[in-house]
């Protein structure tokens, strides 16, 4: 997770990464599998990045582990074998120059990040907007403080705001949701309201319900002092076994876990409030993926709502 930014900036280097993407309907027919890895198109050929690996083999109902542990010949065998069984007589892929991004069925309606951007700043965010962002080529999140409604707990300055998140090829849907920003260090927290509002890529009414989803999100984020402040009475008694049990409970991957237990002097306490913090500051552990930082904060954002 970077420290802040504007909109402005985002614009930029949203625009520069998708300098080179564009999509394309494929025939089936014209498709065959050299490997997971490599794919021709009408005999040319081109290379499959990890998600376009990952979705292609979900579609073809051959599990993704077993076949990246295979020799080329045999995802080729498997991979062709399967393509021949596809019901959609193409499918939609999308690129990144001649690399595939990401492969999907012809119902799949794109939102791309550039548009998400637009659309904010049709709605009054200007281009110097504050924000917190983690962009790279598969997720896209932009955290947007109200200092307007900025309080005070436990000596700390926290800062309400709107979570915007999407991903171009498949990995989670255009999503909107609270957040708290932690200003002593940037923290920050996606936080559930009941108007939280997630939307699959199979519908072109997304952008246009953004406005009022924002709307009724910003109007919950007052909601959160109190629950702020129980997390700091709920003493724990085993931090280190309670973030353990979470990390469990949250399936997090090998890196998520690392991120974790970098955080963890950082941020050590014996209270719900301290844990909570654990996890939003491991959002921040150095090169981990924009997706995990974000489930990181979802994570935080899970536990505060269970502080009772």
């Known amino acids: 997770m970077s420290n802040m930014t504007t909109l402005g900036n985002v614009f930029d280097r949203v625009h ?46 051959i599990p993704f582990h077993y076949l990246r542990k295979c020799p080329s010949d045999i995802q080729r065998l498997n991979l062709n074998h399967w393509l021949a069984y596809e019901r959609n007589e193409e499918l939609f892929f999308r690129f990144n120059g001649d690399d595939v991004r990401a492969i999907f069925t012809p119902r799949y309606i794109p939102t791309d990040n550039m548009e998400v951007l637009d659309k904010l700043k049709s709605l009054d965010y200007p281009l110097d907007t504050r924000v917190q962002s983690s962009i790279d080529d ?21 800062t309400p ?9 498949g990995l989670a849907s255009l999503s909107i949701a609270a957040f708290v920003l932690r200003l002593v260090c940037t923290n920050g927290m996606i936080s559930k309201t009941q108007v939280s509002a997630s939307y699959r890529h199979i519908s072109g009414k997304i952008l246009s319900e953004l406005p009022g989803v924002l709307t009724d999100v910003s109007r919950e984020l007052g909601k959160k002092k109190d629950q702020f402040r129980l997390s700091i009475e709920s003493k724990v008694e085993h931090p280190e076994m309670t973030i353990n049990s979470f990390n469990n409970q949250f399936q997090l991957n ?40 974000y489930k990181l904060q979802k994570v935080g954002g899970t536990i505060l709502e269970m502080v009772r």
């Open 161 to 169: 705001g709107i979570s915007v998140s999407n991903s171009e090829v």
């Open 254 to 293: 090998k890196e998520e876990k690392e991120a974790v237990e970098w955080a963890m002097p950082l941020e050590f306490g014996q209270t719900m409030f301290h844990v909570i913090n654990v996890y939003t500051k491991a959002a921040q552990y150095p090169e981990l993926p924009a997706d995990s930082g």
């Open 138 to 158: 598969e997720f896209m999140m932009i955290n947007i403080p109200d200092g307007r409604q900025s309080f005070t707990i436990n000596g700390e300055r926290m």
């Open 16 to 61: 520069e990464m998708s300098r080179n993407y564009h999509d394309k309907f494929v025939e089936v027919k014209e498709i065959e599998f050299r490997s997971l890895e490599t794919i021709s198109i009408s005999d040319e050929p081109h290379r499959l990045k990890p998600i376009a690996q990952m979705s292609i083999s979900n579609r073809l109902g």
